[in-house]
């Protein structure tokens, strides 16, 4: 694997609330097929008057050629760090304990609905509120390789 790491990227947003800059910036290169496997870096921005430090991570994988070209059909997408505030955090731990009760109370046919529809989204909230870590993956379903403008 090869790494390129920059020490701070400044002046990229423009956008109020955005961070000034990027830092510890690594971008993970496979040599073998010349493809970007990973870029992640730590960021300071200002949320609801705190000032947060988050450390981001995106993983691309499964990569597949098409016509002549290496495409990420998988993004991991990995982000570290408080996410809430703490009276924020509070509410939300209020609010799913709250629906696990619920859950819990319910038909067991209607919790098992419920369950299948939501239990990968609670399991991740659970997670950020916890650990401070939250992960979701990407998924191509389909690629056009354009020829010309026309196409779309």
């Known amino acids: 694997m090869h790494v390129i790491y920059v020490d701070e990227l400044e002046d990229l947003f423009e956008d109020e609330g955005m961070?000034?800059?990027?830092?510890?910036?690594?971008?993970?290169?496979?040599?073998?097929?010349w493809v970007p496997r990973e870029i992640q870096y730590r960021m300071d921005f200002e949320y609801e008057g705190e000032?947060?430090?988050?450390?981001?991570?995106?993983q691309q994988?499964?990569?597949?050629?098409?016509?002549?070209?290496?495409?990420?059909?998988?993004?991991?997408?990995i982000v570290r760090g408080p996410a809430l505030t703490e009276s924020?955090?509070?509410?939300?731990?209020?609010?799913?304990?709250?629906?696990e009760e619920e859950l819990e109370n319910m038909p067991e046919a209607q919790r098992?609905?419920?369950?299948?529809?939501?239990?990968?989204?609670?399991?991740?909230?659970?997670r950020l509120?916890?650990?401070?870590l939250y992960e979701t993956?990407?998924?191509v379903r389909s690629v056009?390789?354009?020829t010309g403008i026309d196409d779309f």
């Open 112 to 126: 098992r609905v419920v369950e299948q529809m939501a239990g990968d989204r609670i399991a991740r909230f659970r």
């Open 88 to 99: 924020k955090r509070k509410q939300a731990e209020e609010g799913l304990k709250q629906f």
């Open 129 to 132: 509120l916890e650990e401070d």
């Open 51 to 58: 000032m947060r430090e988050l450390t981001m991570s995106m």
């Open 19 to 33: 961070p000034e800059s990027l830092r510890d910036v690594y971008l993970r290169i496979d040599p073998d097929n």
């Open 144 to 146: 056009r390789v354009s």
């Open 137 to 139: 993956v990407n998924r």
């Open 61 to 77: 994988r499964d990569y597949r050629e098409v016509e002549g070209m290496q495409v990420s059909y998988e993004t991991g997408i």
